[in-house]
């Protein structure tokens, strides 16, 4: 199945100061979809921003809003998401328990959201198995959580190829997603593992031109699966 390549900036590595017409940028600039890093200084040693910045967003933005929760006790705040215009929530593996987080991905299905589920580099591709047939999408990430601008981790690409190995048999339309340091050096190698979303902060908010960026960095993953 040939799924559609989605670039989705990273709001992370905008200018904080002008964050109306950072997000006005990335739309412009050809964004796919607009990746927001909620992060509540508990389950990653950082804090970034909340659900009324996520609203206020909503007001001037018709991207798809990919929410990564890196929070604990995500569920809680799955109606506030709703409410501040989240097109998708993302949640972690191991944050909640099994039970609790196959729970949690059918409310936020039940709120007419997309439901993801994160991977830390640390975690296992065999511990997605169970939550795939309630999830639209997963998330392997390529840094671990926390801060904008790290290293690529190409040792992730295996557990790319592997979701999607697991994915082809019960759901090829499953998108995979990458998150950290996502450049045109290596969004080809992402690609060919079977990734199709590509979080992309530090390489298209500060390039020098994040339109030209993005059109690059999209060119590249298609051509890689042609
Ligand atoms: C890290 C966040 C990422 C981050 C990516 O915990 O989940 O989304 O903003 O930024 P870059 O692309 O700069 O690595
Ligand atoms: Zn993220």
């Not at 904008?148 to 997603?177: S, T």
């Amino acid at each position: 199945m040939k799924l559609q390549m989605l670039t989705a900036p990273s709001l992370l590595a905008c200018d904080f100061l002008h964050l109306e017409d950072e997000v006005i940028r990335a739309e412009k600039s050809g964004s796919d979809w607009l990746h927001l890093d909620v992060m509540d200084g508990v389950y990653v040693p950082n804090l970034s921003f909340g659900f009324d910045i996520i609203s206020k967003l909503r007001t001037v933005s018709n991207l798809y809003f990919d929410v990564h929760m890196m929070t604990v006790c995500p569920e809680k705040y799955l109606e506030v998401l709703k409410k501040a215009g989240a097109s998708s929530v993302n949640i972690h593996s191991d944050v909640l328990s099994k039970e609790k987080t196959i729970e949690t991905l059918k409310a936020i299905k039940a709120l007419g959201m997309d439901a993801a589920v994160a991977l830390k580099p640390k975690v296992a591709a065999e511990e997605i198995a169970d939550f795939i047939p309630y999830c639209d999408m997963v998330l392997v990430m390529t840094v671990e959580p926390g801060f904008g601008g790290q290293k690529f981790m190409a040792d992730m690409m295996p557990k790319v190829k592997a979701i999607r190995e697991m994915a082809n048999a019960v759901k090829p339309e499953l998108n995979i997603q990458v998150d950290g340091g996502v450049s045109a050096a290596n969004i080809a190698q992402c690609a060919e593992a079977g990734a199709n979303v590509f979080v992309v902060g530090t390489s298209s908010f500060r390039a020098p031109d994040m339109q030209a960026a993005l059109a690059e960095m999209k060119a590249i993953a298609e051509n890689a699966v042609k």
